[in-house]
């Protein structure tokens, strides 16, 4: 156990080396979310077509769009396994004696230290916007669970990876995942105006409840059935933990 949380440790730390020496992809990562609250949320805030609950527009997606630039980053996260199976790093990594779970909830984990950093960017330009937090508290335990939530779709990334045996591939799958899993959740919009098939897939989309209780924790404060979206949240990360864990094998393969 002492060996497992040690390479856990490992792990965040290599993640953070790397993005000490290179921290241009930070920023790049952050242009896309900028755009979403700076050109989206301040036009549709304008025109005042959505029901949020009384909460101004802004304020209701940034949330989501925090947990969308986490999430496709996490997803995306499997391009570096692909490129570690090609140059031969994973064939060494596997031969060590820890167990494969440890191997990918540690390198899902590392993931979730570039999600950290996209929230503390996505936030201060939230913040120059006037979006207004509920408070401290429920920012950092909100910020937890995107930390944690990124490596359940880091270890959906690995299962993807696994049947992927290109870079190009991978990111062409990817890229048919990230959008409709933040269109198809109530990241823009409350489920309540969909159609009624749209409204079943969102409610089996885990995004829908990660953006739920981020929303009640960063923006609105209120924490009524926030045990359903914990549940979901469970579920989902041990399923993704349980498939990676299976598939990881396969990527050298």
């Not at 401290?136 to 045996?165: D, Q």
Request: charged share 15%; proline share 4%.
């Amino acid at each position: 156990m002492v060996n497992v949380i040690s390479y856990m440790a490992t792990m965040l730390e290599l993640e953070l080396r790397k993005l000490k020496n290179d921290r241009m992809e930070l920023y790049t990562r952050a242009i896309q979310p900028m755009l979403w609250l700076v050109l989206y949320g301040t036009v549709i805030s304008r025109i005042r077509a959505i029901p949020t609950g009384g909460i101004p527009y802004i304020d209701y997606i940034t949330p989501a769009i925090i947990i969308q630039s986490s999430t496709f980053i996490s997803i995306f996260y499997g391009l570096t396994l692909v490129w570690e199976r090609e140059s031969g790093i994973l064939k060494k990594l596997i031969t060590t004696p820890l167990p494969r779970y440890s191997i990918v909830i540690g390198r899902s984990f590392a993931s979730g230290i570039r999600s950290l950093f996209q929230i503390l960017i996505i936030t201060i330009i939230a913040l120059l916007l006037g979006v207004k937090f509920y408070n401290v508290f429920y920012f950092i335990t909100a910020s937890l669970i995107i930390f944690f939530v990124s490596s359940g779709f880091a270890s959906l990334s690995v299962v993807i990876a696994s049947f992927m045996k290109t870079r190009e591939r991978f990111m062409g799958i990817g890229q048919a995942i990230t959008m409709p899993l933040f269109f198809a959740s109530n990241g823009l919009y409350p489920i309540e105006l969909m159609p009624s098939i749209l409204k079943y897939i969102a409610s089996a989309n885990p995004l829908t409840y990660i953006i739920d209780i981020c929303r009640r924790l960063m923006i609105t404060g209120n924490m009524d059935s926030v045990v359903g979206d914990v549940l979901a949240i469970l579920i989902f990360n041990i399923t993704m933990y349980f498939l990676a864990s299976i598939r990881f094998k396969k990527i050298i393969e």
